[in-house]
């Protein structure tokens, strides 16, 4: 243990209640930023894995086609023209097999969908009637870019399978129409009627999801909404998701289709959670401030009480860096202590506030509070705490080394 280290210790404990408010602040501080953190990036990478299993890394939609615009340059009449290069998009793949098939050649791709979709179809049952939207899936490869198959949460997959006019509907329309695995319904479209039977019942947790979507074979939907070939969408499943929005644009130039990221198709709700990570992170660290503060205070207040011991240490030989390690070391003391009770506060706080009821049922679905568990939330907080308190310490530390012992002595020392 150095000299300066002892110093700094006998100075610390000569002023305990400052020295305990500031390292309670610091506590606090790092404590409470780990348990907002966890808290909402928790939210938000449950909402993210709830879309992803939902609607996919990607999706690969309208087809893409080039147009020339021709505007005259001088006025009514004039042979000079300014040809100028656009695009339009035409809604729907044509050729489904051959893309799919082109998509598959991407190295991030692993599965991919095709999907045929239908919106605001009145379906019937014997209590009521609602609207849906049709998609037409071929299973297989749809439970490969999906969590389809663990979200059934009555009936099975084979019975829909094996139905010829099975069909699988989301929880929320089928309480809304009293439906249960087995009973029919119809379903209208131009003017035509057909009976469904309701093979299996499945819940994302999306409400938005699980009160419209209506999953149907693909050759049933093709019959019912008369479109024999085409289909309205790819849904694509990545090894690498967070490279969706570069692989997006990648695929958009090669396949002259519109492709999105899931980045690109939910950023509103991104940027909300965004903002409330941030935002709680500005509150909570107003605690790491007032530790600063405190630290700044007390360190100043030692500086006046310990002007004599300072000019005995002067006159020792200790040198102004001496002096300023002294008080900076006091700094580094309480950061020790306030970031590791700081740690273990968060670490205890993140896992109860796992385990406190909560029911949310709107844009996702849980009974309780979703953290997440992440060594960055702990270095952040304690980064935070390091250069707010070293800071504020500073200033004291440089203030005790400008000190001269004779100047202490007459009584002149400022």
């Known amino acids: 243990m150095s000299p300066n280290f002892r110093i700094a210790l006998r100075f610390l404990t000569a002023k305990k209640r400052s020295m305990v408010m500031s390292l309670s602040c610091i506590i606090l501080g790092i404590g409470l930023f780990v348990i907002t953190q966890s808290a909402t990036r928790g939210f938000e990478q449950f909402f993210i894995k709830t879309i992803l299993g939902s609607d996919g890394a990607a999706r690969v939609e309208d087809k893409r086609q080039a147009t020339i615009q021709s505007i005259s340059a001088g006025g009514y009449g004039s042979p000079f023209e300014i040809q100028i290069q656009d695009r339009k998009y035409i809604e729907g793949i044509d050729y489904p097999e051959q893309l799919k098939r ?23 049952s014997s209590f009521k009637d609602d ?5 037409g899936i071929n299973i297989d490869d749809h439970l ?14 084979d019975q829909f399978r094996t139905a010829p006019d099975g069909a699988m509907l989301g929880r929320v329309m089928a309480d809304r129409l009293h439906l ?20 299996a019942i499945y819940e994302t947790g999306i409400e938005d999801i699980d009160k419209v979507r209506l999953f149907l074979k693909m ?15 790819l849904q694509l499943s990545l090894v690498d998701v967070t490279r969706a929005q570069s692989d997006a644009m990648w695929m958009e130039g090669v396949l002259d289709h519109r492709v999105r990221g899931w980045q690109d198709r939910q950023k509103e709700w991104l940027g909300v959670f965004r ?15 007032i530790a600063a503060l405190a630290m700044f205070n007390t360190l100043a207040m030692i500086v006046l009480e310990k002007t004599k011991d300072i000019a005995i240490l002067r006159s020792m030989g200790y ?46 679905k849980t009974n309780t509070f979703i953290v997440s568990w992440s060594v960055s939330y702990y270095i952040e907080a304690v980064l935070i705490s390091v250069v ?16 001269e012992p004779g100047d202490i002595i007459r009584g002149t020392a400022q």
């Not at 082109?102 to 019937?124: C, D, K, Q, W, Y």
């Not at 087995?182 to 057909?194: K, Y």
């Not at 700094?331 to 896992?351: D, E, H, K, P």
Request: proline share 3%; net charge positive; charged share 15%.
């Open 388 to 403: 707010m308190v070293m800071i504020a310490s500073l200033v004291p530390s440089r203030r005790a080394a400008r000190l």
């Open 219 to 233: 050759e049933q939907a093709r019959s019912l909404l008369k479109k024999p070939t085409g289909a309205s969408y």
């Open 319 to 364: 040198t102004r860096e001496d002096i300023s390690r002294i008080f900076l070391w006091q700094a580094v003391i309480v950061l020790a202590l306030g970031s590791l009770g700081g740690c273990i506060l968060g670490a205890l706080g993140t896992f109860a506030v796992s385990r406190v009821p909560l029911q949310i049922s709107t844009l996702f």
């Open 180 to 199: 249960d695995v087995g009973d029919a319904f119809q379903l209208d479209v131009s003017g035509q009627s057909r009976t469904y039977r309701l093979s």
């Open 102 to 124: 082109s998509v598959m050649t991407f190295p991030n791709v692993t599965a991919v969908s095709e999907i045929l979709h239908g919106s605001n179809v009145t379906i019937r």
């Open 275 to 289: 903002a409330l990570a941030i935002s709680t992170a500005i509150t909570v660290t107003v605690f790491t401030l």
């Open 144 to 157: 490969r870019v999906s969590d389809l198959g663990s979200q059934i949460v009555q009936g099975t997959l």
């Open 131 to 135: 609207t849906v939207q049709i998609f």
